[in-house]
């Protein structure tokens, strides 16, 4: 699987857009982008996934540049309860779903 | 719909005894991918069960370590003979198709051997 880089913190203030970038410049044409979330001390949960076009759900937005090379993940209305460990796996279609979660990125929600 | 269901939340063995945990997945969903989350670590996949079937077991120590998924019940990861870096938090998720990436995690299960 190809690797990310994300930063390993952020902060953003209540209320406004958080933008959550990730790098994978060596991901391969059969493997897709997906964010998970943890918040403390419970299970990850599913955030979005996509392959090559924008993506966007209740939860966020996933907009990947034209070379796949690298994606942002946008809360538009950041929240406390959105404070979180929020990670981007790259995996390849048929690879049984076995996730490896790096290190992610530690976003903080300030009032 | 009830989500995914590990017990015991915590647990807490004695060097070499033998650790049980147990994972309900989500009504309907028939896979089950474990996970390990050391101290200050991501989530390291261990494990990938379909009823009655092992299918990915590569990241799974070679020893003392086993896991199933019976017809009936929950899926059991057993841990032989814990030792103190087995202390960790495990997670469950479950999934209702072969080969879905969109997993429901459980709330875990955090072992602290003594």
């Known amino acids: 699987d190809a690797k990310t880089t994300q930063p390993p913190s952020m902060d953003c203030a209540e209320g406004r857009a958080a933008n959550l970038p990730c790098n994978h410049s060596?991901?391969?044409?059969?493997?897709?982008v997906y964010w998970y979330r943890q918040i403390h001390s419970q299970g990850p949960q599913y955030i979005i996934h996509?392959?090559?076009n924008n993506e966007t759900n209740e939860m966020a937005s996933l907009i990947i540049t034209e070379d796949r090379k690298s994606s942002t993940l946008i809360l538009p209305h950041a929240t406390l309860r959105d404070t979180a460990v929020y990670y981007c796996?790259?995996?390849?279609?048929?690879?049984?779903?076995?996730?490896?979660f790096g290190a992610g990125t530690q976003v903080v929600v300030t009032p | 719909n009830a989500g995914v269901m590990q017990n015991p939340r915590h647990l807490v063995r004695r060097r070499g005894q033998e650790a049980r945990l147990r994972c309900s997945p989500m009504?309907?969903?028939?896979?089950v991918y474990w996970y390990r989350q050391l101290p200050e670590e991501g989530l390291k996949f261990m494990v990938y069960?379909?009823?009655?079937?092992?299918?990915?077991e590569s990241g799974m120590p070679k020893e003392r370590f086993s896991a199933e998924f019976p017809k009936e019940g929950p899926s059991i990861l057993r841990i032989q003979q814990v030792v103190r870096g087995d202390s960790a938090a495990y997670f469950c998720?479950?999934?209702?198709?072969?080969?879905?990436?969109?997993?429901?995690f459980g709330p875990g299960t955090r072992l602290t051997v003594t």
């Open positions: 996509g392959l090559k």
């Open positions: 998720a479950s999934s209702p198709l072969y080969n879905s990436y969109e997993q429901y």
């Open positions: 796996i790259v995996i390849e279609a048929g690879s049984w779903g076995k996730f490896q």
């Open positions: 009504k309907g969903h028939s896979h």
């Open positions: 069960l379909q009823k009655e079937n092992i299918i990915d």
């Open positions: 060596t991901i391969s044409g059969n493997e897709y």
